[in-house]
């Protein structure tokens, strides 16, 4: 039974709906709809001009129609006027096959199509910052090593403690809450769901992070590496596979090694053979290969993988899979889309399950210190051109997450990187001035 927003607006006492949508480069786009006009937005969805935002249109194209879907409704726990509602983008009765949300709905299906459904977690870490974003926001906190700083998280509980208390409040399970590994770098956590839930959940915290640090006179960024030689915003994913009815876990195997079933073992190798062209998604700004192939931070790590390789519970590596029944990728970074996020995890685990595909062996050791040792492993891509060329030869991923995505994800990001490249820069000047 679909919800009726209108009613719900009656109940609630909302006055707006915020029909939201996300752009292939993670940007939420909005209408704010009075209650009184949300009846027909509803059925029809909320008009927008496509080529305004971060899709392959032309102005010439017709409306792009933002249908809400109603189970998605997040009353705004900071502003009860509002409430928030995830849509899926629709032009002349069509889904639009390039809008993210629409990407993961049908590899959700082709998942399920195999009797498989996939569970995550996501740990999208941020920073409080100023609000012009030039330095992080609490001048005390300097610490060489400040991850899980008790002063310096308490020095921010009024943010923190506001944004926990609205997932307590919106049933999300919050768990945990703690400084990170970067000065003025934060973490929350919150239980795993269904990929559809966690994306619309991840974006919802972002938008809810962003919003009550501007309340309080500050910014929050998830830019993957806002300062240098501080480690960076990762947004690792927790993935586990279930039977259709979500009781039994086709991950767990107690009798395998760390608890990963021989399925859980294809899946994983889909994502290993998949990684490099993976990160064209997972690590899509130019700024995100800052954080993945970055030398040793202040605090002694950086945290993030900079090659394709997977072991137990130890945080050096690609992969790591910390208990029985699921694995961590560590690879996505901050700025990852939360909805294509999802998707090329199941369209590489899907291809990985469908060929049976193996991880390859798993390396046991502090990759940080010992890297050089493993010589048959690829590297991540060292930039985003390279990645984007990786998704560009891998055609099974393209085909997996649809032609018309993948040649509009990638005729845009081009575009980015050749905006990049038109930059002149300090450090080129320097450098290049005497030759
Ligand atoms: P860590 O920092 O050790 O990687 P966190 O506790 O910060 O771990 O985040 C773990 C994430 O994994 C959470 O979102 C949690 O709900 C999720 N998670 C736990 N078990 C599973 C599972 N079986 N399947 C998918 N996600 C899971
Ligand atoms: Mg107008
Ligand atoms: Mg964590
Ligand atoms: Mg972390
Ligand atoms: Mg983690």
Same mark, same amino acid.
């Given at each position: +039974?679909?919800?009726?927003?209108?009613?719900?607006?009656?109940?609630?006492?909302?006055?707006?709906?915020?029909?939201? /949508?996300?752009?292939?480069?993670?940007? %939420?786009?909005?209408?704010?709809?009075?209650? =009184?006009?949300?009846?027909?937005?509803?059925?029809?969805?909320?008009?927008?001009?496509?080529?305004?935002?971060?899709?392959?249109?032309?102005?010439?194209?017709?409306?792009?129609?933002?249908?809400?879907?109603?189970?998605?409704?997040? %009353?705004?726990?900071?502003?009860? &006027?509002?409430?928030?509602?995830?849509?899926?983008?629709?032009?002349?009765?069509?889904?639009?096959?390039?809008?993210?949300?629409?990407?993961?709905?049908?590899?959700?299906?082709?998942? #399920?199509?195999?009797? @498989?459904?996939?569970?995550?977690?996501?740990?999208?870490?941020?920073?409080?910052?100023?609000?012009?974003?030039?330095?992080?926001?609490? =001048?005390?906190?300097?610490?060489?090593?400040?991850?899980?700083? %008790? %002063?310096?998280?308490?020095?921010? /509980?009024?943010?923190?403690?506001?944004?926990?208390?609205? +997932?307590?409040?919106?049933?999300?399970?919050?768990?945990?809450?703690?400084?990170?590994?970067?000065?003025?770098?934060?973490?929350?956590?919150?239980?795993?769901?269904?990929?559809?839930?966690?994306?619309?959940?991840?974006?919802?915290?972002?938008?809810?992070?962003?919003?009550?640090?501007?309340?309080?006179?500050?910014?929050?960024?998830?830019?993957?590496?806002?300062?240098?030689? $501080?480690?960076?915003?990762?947004?690792?994913?927790?993935?586990?596979?279930?039977?259709?009815?979500?009781?039994?876990?086709?991950?767990?195997?107690?009798? +395998?090694?760390?608890?990963?079933? #021989?399925?859980?073992?294809?899946?994983?190798?889909?994502?290993?053979?998949?990684?490099?062209?993976?990160?064209?998604?997972?690590?899509?700004?130019?700024?995100?290969?800052?954080?993945?192939?970055?030398?040793?931070?202040?605090?002694?790590?950086?945290?993030?993988?900079?090659?394709?390789?997977?072991?137990?519970?130890?945080?050096?590596?690609?992969?790591?899979?910390?208990?029985?029944?699921?694995?961590?990728?560590? $690879?996505?970074?901050?700025?990852?889309?939360?909805?294509?996020?999802?998707?090329?995890?199941?369209?590489?685990?899907?291809?990985?399950?469908?060929?049976?595909?193996?991880?390859?062996?798993?390396?046991?050791?502090?990759?940080?210190?010992?890297?050089?040792?493993?010589?048959?492993?690829?590297?991540?891509?060292?930039?985003? @051109?390279?990645?984007?060329?990786?998704?560009?030869? &891998?055609?099974?991923?393209?085909?997996? @997450?649809?032609?018309?995505?993948?040649?509009?994800?990638?005729?845009?990001?081009?575009?980015?990187?050749?905006?990049?490249?038109?930059?002149?820069?300090?450090?080129?000047?320097?450098?290049?001035?005497?030759?």
């Amino acid at each position: +039974m679909t919800l009726d927003l209108s009613k719900f607006a009656a109940e609630k006492g909302v006055k707006y709906f915020m029909i939201s /949508y996300t752009d292939l480069f993670g940007g %939420q786009r909005a209408k704010l709809v009075p209650a =009184e006009a949300i009846a027909d937005m509803q059925k029809d969805g909320a008009g927008f001009a496509g080529f305004a935002t971060w899709f392959d249109l032309t102005p010439a194209h017709p409306d792009l129609f933002a249908v809400p879907d109603a189970s998605s409704v997040i %009353q705004l726990p900071w502003k009860k &006027d509002v409430a928030w509602v995830a849509a899926d983008c629709m032009m002349e009765d069509q889904p639009v096959e390039q809008a993210p949300r629409v990407v993961l709905k049908k590899l959700i299906a082709e998942a #399920a199509s195999e009797g @498989l459904r996939v569970k995550t977690g996501v740990e999208p870490e941020f920073f409080l910052i100023s609000p012009d974003g030039a330095k992080i926001s609490d =001048e005390y906190d300097t610490a060489e090593k400040p991850c899980y700083d %008790q %002063q310096a998280v308490m020095r921010r /509980y009024d943010v923190i403690a506001e944004i926990c208390d609205y +997932m307590l409040e919106l049933g999300w399970k919050p768990y945990q809450n703690d400084h990170e590994d970067a000065n003025g770098q934060f973490e929350m956590n919150w239980e795993y769901d269904d990929a559809l839930q966690t994306a619309d959940k991840h974006s919802f915290f972002k938008f809810m992070v962003k919003s009550v640090a501007e309340k309080h006179g500050l910014r929050a960024t998830f830019m993957p590496k806002p300062f240098k030689g $501080l480690t960076g915003n990762g947004c690792h994913a927790h993935i586990s596979v279930w039977d259709l009815d979500g009781k039994v876990n086709a991950f767990a195997d107690r009798e +395998m090694p760390f608890g990963l079933s #021989a399925k859980g073992k294809t899946f994983l190798g889909g994502i290993m053979k998949h990684a490099s062209a993976l990160a064209a998604v997972t690590n899509p700004t130019v700024n995100s290969y800052k954080r993945i192939n970055a030398p040793r931070t202040v605090s002694g790590a950086t945290w993030a993988p900079n090659t394709v390789t997977w072991t137990g519970n130890n945080r050096t590596h690609m992969v790591r899979v910390p208990g029985p029944g699921r694995f961590e990728l560590r $690879l996505p970074d901050g700025a990852v889309n939360p909805y294509l996020l999802q998707a090329i995890i199941i369209a590489a685990g899907l291809s990985g399950v469908r060929s049976k595909a193996d991880p390859g062996p798993h390396y046991d050791i502090d990759m940080y210190r010992e890297g050089h040792t493993v010589t048959d492993a690829p590297k991540l891509p060292l930039n985003l @051109l390279d990645a984007l060329r990786e998704y560009e030869k &891998d055609a099974e991923l393209q085909q997996a @997450l649809g032609m018309e995505f993948s040649n509009a994800y990638l005729k845009l990001k081009q575009g980015e990187w050749n905006s990049y490249c038109a930059q002149f820069t300090a450090w080129e000047h320097q450098t290049t001035l005497d030759v």
